[in-house]
């Protein structure tokens, strides 16, 4: 049995995902995540803050956001995409809308 160190990982919030949307779930509303985002559901609102946003191949983001890093491998809906550092999208990703440069 191996134990982890939970001190490790809080240093990177890259590393791992602290919020996710599963399959079959649904969010409306703003979310403020510290950390990474992983959405393989549907997402309608504002998310703000967020480190790193991860789009699943079946996730839907009808959102504004701000984010640092970003992978689309889904769908996302938006007319304001701001603060990306970088961002890289998968074979069938579908983007619809605006983004901004870094706004530092």
């Known amino acids: 049995m191996k134990f982890l160190n939970r001190s490790s990982n809080s240093s990177n919030p890259l590393r791992c995902r602290n919020t996710t949307i599963g399959v079959g779930s649904s969010f409306r509303g703003t979310l403020m995540v510290s950390g990474t985002l992983h959405i393989d559901g549907e997402v309608e ?31 996302m809906c938006t007319e304001t995409f701001a603060r ?20 530092s």
């Not at 990306?84 to 706004?103: F, H, K, N, T, Y």
Request: include cysteine; aromatic fraction near 0%; charge should be negative.
């Open 84 to 103: 990306s550092e970088s961002s890289s999208s998968g074979a069938g990703s579908r983007l619809e809308g605006d983004i901004s440069p870094s706004a």
């Open 45 to 75: 609102g504002d998310i703000l803050n967020c480190e790193r946003l991860e789009i699943g191949e079946h996730g839907v983001m009808r959102a504004d956001i701000e984010v640092k890093d970003a992978l689309i491998e889904g769908r």
